[in-house]
């Protein structure tokens, strides 16, 4: 019963997929949010709803005495080393964000009763044979995989209320946030030139599907492994030149590169993506398209003022 769920926990508060989470639960719930960030220089909250906490991820200690005070009904975990390169330079610390932290949380939540909900990646797939359903027998190729693929190991045999989304190619209103849909505006504005990977597929996800996803896991208690991604399934350059299309930017500036030119120092799943008829018929939502999805963001950078112009 929704009366009964009092507060929820969110780590990583700072992410950019917690910045979504934050706008659209505090809308659609009547609950506490405790926000934990390495971020917080100023401990105000912008709602009373909201309590702040100056708490990294990696701090187990602090994490653990507020949670096991506060008791939270719901811990979401937005914290991990998103990196996919830094992860190969720094794997202890990939290991301490995307693994130890984890295991914290399932300690907390082993003596709290709290529900974990955790986010994961199409990078625990080798990309031969993309896009993936839930059954799908992971291989990760780079080390950020490995460690966000152990995260899932962590959590999901543990015991705990639990449930892992996995996601990918995320993006956001949030032009502070960075990610690839940013970018590409920012150099096609300044009419610079992009390579762009033509050979990596995906299914781009608004940050806004997995909000309302972790909102019908909040409402309706949903356990276990689900992938939240958009509908369309495309490569970078199909998806940068939609990108300029939306935004009415002049994609000759997009020229396509292949992912073995680059030389990434990790390697990448080409067929990656994300099967979603899981959760699209148990969570009964339907995931925007990347047509969609783009305008909906025109449109909310234009109510947050980032824009002039629809
Ligand atoms: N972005 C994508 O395209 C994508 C794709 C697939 C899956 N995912 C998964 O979705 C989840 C959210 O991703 P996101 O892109 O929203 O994350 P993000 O914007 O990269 O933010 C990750 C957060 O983790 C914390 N963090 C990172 N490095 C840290 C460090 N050295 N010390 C302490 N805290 C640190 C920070 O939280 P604070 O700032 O609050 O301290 C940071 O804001 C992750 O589990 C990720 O693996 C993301």
Known sequence: MINEIQKVAIIGAGSKTADTLIRVLTKELDMKFLLFSSQFSVEKAQSPKIVQYPISATDKKQLKAVLL?????????????????????????????????????VQICKITGSHLIHFSTDYVFDGLNGPYSELDKPNPISYYGKSKLAGE?????????????????????????????????????????????SDQYSNPTITDDLAYAVLKVILKGYKGLYHIAGSKYCNRVDFAKKIAQIYMLDETNIHPITTAELHQKAKRPLKGGLQTLKAQSEFGIEFLSVESGLIMMRNQLFSLGYIKHK
């Not at 964000?97 to 949380?105: A, I, K, M």
């Not at 209103?173 to 610079?192: A, Q, T, Y």
Request: charged share 15%; proline share 5%.
């Open 69 to 105: 005070h506060e008791q939270p009904s719901f811990i979401i975990n937005c914290a991990a080393m998103t990196n996919v390169d830094g992860c190969e330079d720094n794997k202890q610390l990939a290991w301490s964000l995307n693994v130890t932290t984890v295991e914290t949380l």
């Open 153 to 197: 190991n962590v959590c999901l045999p543990s015991g705990i209320d639990v449930t892992v989304l996995r996601t990918n190619v995320v993006y956001s209103s949030n032009p502070n946030k960075g990610d690839f849909v940013h970018w590409v505006i920012k150099m096609l504005e300044k009419e610079l030139p992009i390579t762009v990977v």
